[in-house]
């Protein structure tokens, strides 16, 4: 199976390659990259005035499969991811059976072979049942196909649980990726601390929840030498944490999601359920917080935190709603309109944080850049596409996003996984 | 008097002369209640249904007398004996009952914005009895009336506001209308119980209840409940009570003629002393009184008159 992409506007920042090329690809690598490939009966797609970049990686999504499957499979979760812009996912372990065996690391990649148009990356649990005790058989899960560990929404409470984890993990070379929350703290708060939930009155999650685990993960980063992910950063101080780690001998990594960056606490005097979410939405001063880090070049990558629940399981009371908001599918132009078109983030920057930096993070040698022998793993954009989010249309099973009837300018036109056209 | 609203959802978007048409619409109706038989026929043909998720004596009968002095129907929905145990959601609830013809809906709630979310869906006037620690608006109203009454107006009046403010929607109904009318407000209580943050506000918040209380011309004392101390919101009862306990000796610190307020239920002897709760400078059982005319007022206003054609 050979593919020509002619005249698109090739960025690797892999290579610092910004130019208009031609791409062959054949058998799911790439072959030949040169301003002029003659096509020969080659399928033959046009990229004029379209963006080529090496294909997007969501270090972070729920994808609710084995034993969630009302709201999402792996199935529908790759063709969102798709749909998105997405050619390679991870998803968290948080499933039911918990992935914490490599029974259910092989299932997912068994369901993922079959089902998925996209990549699917398992990330494994750092402890058995996620119950922060016992760290998992960690190189056994790595040989079926984990590329990460996590926790996820169970962070580890106890610091030397979460050291021990951390030390072994050297030995694999993997990250450990950490939803920073002390659950003390936090307690049975379902939105940001702050004006508007003193307001509302609705029992709040202080900035100290996120803060106090940074720090400490910091610290046991600094003295274990391991890889430290931070997931979903959403506060002012935890920016200035990760500031502090950088300039230290450390392998910290951070990501941020859309959803922290392009909304705020002030939001929830809507009530709306859909904006419940896992750290919650913060204050306008921590939004300007992540945003400057972001032009700064602190924070590492961007990630979805993809979190679909049912429209059910969504239409109740704000206490009994699930946390979490769907976003495979609104990512990519929510970042291209809001950063990249309002000139906040250079293109190349972006396509940096959302392809090669991932593919670095998660140890993916053939992904994350266009280069001969690469793999064909490509998302194609526009610029100018407008569209409008419409939760209605969405390929993922679930609805749950606070984005609905955003007008949006940029978008992926098409994605190609493996040499093949998944979503156009 | 236009009033153009559909449901009764909090004070926060309440329009200052909405509010004022709620408080002389109540002076109306505090009559009907003295008479022999008191009863009005301005909602007969009405079906109301009292929709309590959570306990309460004094709003839920308060509701439920102003309803059948204006010749309303009214029913009591009663969370313990309803589906809702059997896992329905309150969706499917307020749809069920709905559809039983109701025309105004009373919500109580342990949840904050469950007026709000029914109101989205349903299309009976909705009327907020208390939404977890957001609002309760008819309170706010009976005490603005209250104290209008002792005072003749609400304007320029110091009003301190005692206890834990933070889980309280009496609180900051309250602090909503009386800073509309011009009423200049501070609170006491704990630091954990009142976060500073509530400066923003524009109330001022203060530590110590011998300070604040000078000048005061009407006091309000929260109820103070003790599952707080479990979290410890403040290390035992007998300490709240030594610092923010209301005693005849504080209360003397206020103006000559302050009055004290209680939005019930009280706790004797934990946040005021009960020889001030039965005292002449209590008007708790006022504020009880008074809630049926502001609630009658608020049923009248919503649900009285010609139908509107209103999407609020």
């Known amino acids: 199976m050979r593919l020509l992409i002619k005249n698109g506007r090739v960025i690797d920042p892999a290579s610092h390659v910004d130019e ?24 033959i797609i046009d990229a004029s005035r379209l963006v080529v970049a090496p294909g997007f990686i969501d270090m972070h999504a729920h994808l609710r499969e084995p034993g969630q499957e009302e709201k999402e499979t792996i199935k529908t979760g790759s063709l969102a991811a798709a749909k998105g812009g997405f050619t390679s996912i991870a998803c968290m372990p948080n499933t039911a059976p918990v992935n914490d065996s490599r029974g259910v690391t092989e299932l997912i990649i068994s369901e993922a072979k079959r089902n998925a148009v996209v990549n699917i990356l398992p990330i494994a649990a750092v402890t058995r049942g996620l119950r922060g005790e016992e760290i998992t058989d960690m190189a056994d899960l790595r040989d079926a196909g984990a590329i990460a560990f996590s926790d996820d929404g169970h962070p580890i409470e106890n610091s030397l649980v979460m050291r021990r984890a951390l030390e072994y993990s050297r030995l694999l070379d993997v990250p450990i990726i950490d939803h920073c929350e002390d659950r003390n703290l936090s307690a049975e708060g379902i939105m940001h601390e702050g004006k508007t939930s ?25 003295e274990t030498r391991a890889k430290v992910h931070i997931a979903h950063l959403s506060v002012k101080g935890a920016v200035d944490l990760l500031k502090f780690a950088k300039q230290q001998d450390t392998k910290i990594t951070a990501e941020i999601t859309p959803h922290h960056l392009f909304l705020t606490d002030a939001s929830l005097e809507s009530f709306d359920t859909n904006l419940k979410v896992n750290p919650p939405l913060r204050s306008e001063q921590d939004v300007e917080a992540l945003i400057d880090a972001i032009r700064e070049g602190w924070i590492d990558t961007f990630a979805t935190d993809h979190a679909p629940h049912t429209p059910d399981e969504k239409d109740v009371e704000l206490d009994k709603a699930p ?34 930096i991932p593919a670095k993070i998660l140890g993916l040698k053939n992904k994350g850049k266009i280069s001969v022998g690469a793999d064909a793993d490509l998302t194609i954009l526009k610029l100018q596409k407008e569209v409008i989010i419409d939760t209605s249309r969405f390929l993922s099973k679930s609805r749950n996003s606070p984005f609905h009837g955003w007008k949006l300018k940029g978008a992926p036109v098409m994605t190609i996984v493996g040499g093949k056209i998944v979503y156009s | 008097m236009p009033f153009d609203h559909k449901h009764l959802l909090g004070i926060e978007f309440l329009p200052k002369k909405d509010i004022l048409t709620i408080l002389d619409t109540a002076e109306s109706f505090v009559e009907i209640s003295t008479r022999e038989v008191k009863k009005v026929p301005i909602l007969r043909g009405k079906t109301i249904i009292n929709l309590f998720f959570e306990p309460s004596t004094r709003t839920r009968s308060s509701f439920e007398l102003a309803a059948k002095r204006l010749s309303a129907d009214i029913i009591n929905f009663n969370r313990q004996f309803s589906s809702v145990v059997k896992g329905e959601t309150l969706k499917d609830t307020v749809l069920n009952l709905e559809s039983m013809q109701s025309d105004a809906l009373i919500i109580r709630h342990n949840c904050p914005g469950v007026p709000h979310y029914i109101s989205t869906f349903c299309r009976s006037h909705v009327i907020n009895a208390g939404d977890g620690a957001h609002e309760h608006p008819t309170q706010a109203l009976l005490d603005a009336f209250t104290i209008r009454q002792q005072k003749k107006k609400l304007e320029g009046l110091k009003i301190l506001i005692v206890g834990d403010i933070l889980h309280s929607r009496v609180a900051r109904s309250n602090i909503f209308l009386l800073s509309k009318m011009g009423a200049e407000i501070a609170c006491v209580g704990p630091p954990a119980l009142l976060p500073e943050e509530f400066k923003e506000f524009g109330i001022a918040c203060d530590y110590d209840l011998d300070r604040a209380i000078q000048g005061a011309d009407v006091i309000m004392m929260l109820r103070i409940q003790s599952e707080r101390q479990q979290k410890n919101l403040f290390p035992s009862l007998r300490e709240y009570k030594d610092i923010f306990s209301l005693t005849p000796k504080r209360f003397r610190r206020a103006k000559r003629n302050a009055i004290i307020m209680h939005p019930g239920p009280i706790n004797r002897g934990v946040e005021i002393s009960a020889d001030l709760a039965d005292s002449a400078k209590s008007v708790i059982l006022r504020q009880v009184e008074n809630g049926i005319a502001v609630r009658m007022a608020v049923l009248y206003l919503l649900l009285g008159g010609k139908e509107r054609e209103t999407t609020d």
Do not use: C, H, Q, Y
């Not at chain 1, 062959?24 to 080659?42: F, W, Y």
């Open chain 1, 198 to 222: 003193l307001k509302l009155g609705i029992k709040a999650i202080p900035a100290s929840s996120e803060e106090i685990l940074v720090a400490r993960d910091i610290i046991l980063a600094k």
């Open chain 1, 20 to 43: 208009t090329l031609d791409i062959l690809i054949d058998r799911g690598k790439i072959t030949e990259i040169k301003p002029k490939i003659e096509g020969d009966g080659t399928k």
């Open chain 1, 323 to 356: 946390f979490g908001i769907n976003g495979l599918e609104t990512a990519v132009p929510l970042l291209l309109d809001k950063l990249v078109n309002k000139n906040i983030l250079p293109l190349d920057k972006f396509i940096a944080m959302i392809s090669t």
